[in-house]
C-alpha cells in the first residue's frame, strides 16, 4: 500500500500480485521499491515503480535470498541467503 500524503489517498500498488512481499526498501530517489517474495522454491529479489499500475519484475533470480540491506547513497543491494 502507499499512501499519498499530499492527496489524502491510498493505494495498492500490488493488487495483482499474488505473492506476500518481504524485506521492502527503497531505492535513494524513492522511486522504486524493492522487496523478496517467495515463489515456489525460490526468494527472487523484485523491483516496482513506486506508482499505481506498476508491474514487479524480479532482478535477482534463481536463488532463495533471505533478507537484503539497500545502501542509501549508492545503486547496490546486498543479499543474504543461498543460491
Given at each position: ?30 522511486k ?22 506498476a ?29
Amino acid at each position: 500500500m502507499l499512501y499519498d500524503r499530499a492527496a489524502g489517498r491510498i493505494e495498492n500498488l500490488t493488487e495483482t500480485f499474488d505473492r506476500s512481499a518481504d524485506e521492502l526498501a527503497w531505492s535513494p530517489d524513492s522511486k522504486t521499491i524493492y522487496f523478496i517474495a517467495e515463489n515456489e522454491t525460490q526468494k527472487p529479489v523484485y523491483a516496482m515503480a513506486a506508482r499505481f499500475g506498476a508491474q514487479q519484475k524480479q532482478i535477482v533470480a534463481g536463488t532463495y535470498n533471505t533478507e537484503f540491506l539497500s545502501a542509501r547513497t549508492a545503486k547496490r543491494l546486498f543479499l543474504s541467503g543461498r543460491a
